[in-house]
């Protein structure tokens, strides 16, 4: 069974620009949720996506937003980029919302802003 | 605010060694889950625990989970090259959402 697949791998954007990020999830999973990590401060949650809806949240700006299609997969945006944002972009899946069921992992995408 | 600690934050070690990590909190999780992330990768499953009190072992890797579900602990015996890695412990806090671990970076020299 295919893994949680992301797209692009690596990318490099400037400063102001935007940037979009896809997910897959594992067939079957219905739930999506992303992170953002770094080294000073880990692995932090942005979003989770269930049935197209937005299930919580984490303590990002605006810029950062996403979306689930009607097949699950999901994409998440930043606008406005800003140095900081450069970062390992992972997205992970489970079959429900993330109510205690196992996530797994997709390999990320690595995002540069300069 | 939800966090969990783990510690050491790095370990290096000669093969063979034993080893353990630890990932603390203040706050109850309904499951804890640890992965191992590579350089380069997303991090991967290795096990979930549920239940307080809970010993999962994995070939060399044993897991325990604390009786008040606060608390965890992965012991590595005998550490090889290929345990080398970023040990990362996440917890479900019930919301939706999954509070990780702050990381343990492990090395394991040949």
């Known amino acids: 069974k295919a893994g949680v697949t992301q797209t692009p791998r690596y990318l490099i954007k400037t400063r102001g620009q935007q940037v979009t990020l896809s997910c897959s999830p594992i067939?079957?999973?219905?739930?999506v949720s992303w992170y953002q990590q770094t080294p000073g401060q880990g692995l932090q949650f942005l979003f989770e996506?269930?049935?197209?809806?937005?299930?919580n949240k984490g303590n990002f700006p605006g810029r950062f937003s996403g979306r689930q299609f009607s097949n699950s997969r999901s994409e998440m945006n930043v606008s406005t980029l800003e140095l900081g944002d450069s970062a390992l972009y992972l997205c992970?899946?489970?079959?429900?919302?993330?109510?205690?069921?196992?996530?797994?992992f997709g390999e990320g995408s690595w995002l540069t802003v300069v | 605010t939800q966090l969990l600690e783990q510690s050491p934050q790095f370990l290096s070690i000669q093969e063979g060694e034993n080893l353990t990590v630890y990932c603390n909190s203040s706050?109850?999780?309904?499951?804890l889950q640890w992965y191992r992330q590579e350089p380069g990768e997303g991090p991967v499953l290795l096990v979930t625990v549920v239940t307080g009190g809970e010993v999962k072992k994995l070939k060399r890797l044993t897991f325990q989970f604390g009786d008040a579900r606060k608390d965890s602990s992965l012991h590595i015996t005998a550490a090889q090259p290929g345990d080398t890695g970023l040990y990362l412990c996440a917890g479900h806090s019930g919301t939706y959402k999954y509070i990780f671990g702050t990381g343990t970076r492990l090395k394991v020299l040949a």
């Open positions: 706050s109850v999780f309904s499951s």
């Open positions: 992970a899946s489970s079959l429900v919302p993330l109510s205690g069921n196992t996530i797994y």
């Open positions: 996506y269930f049935s197209e809806t937005q299930r």
């Open positions: 067939s079957g999973h219905r739930s």
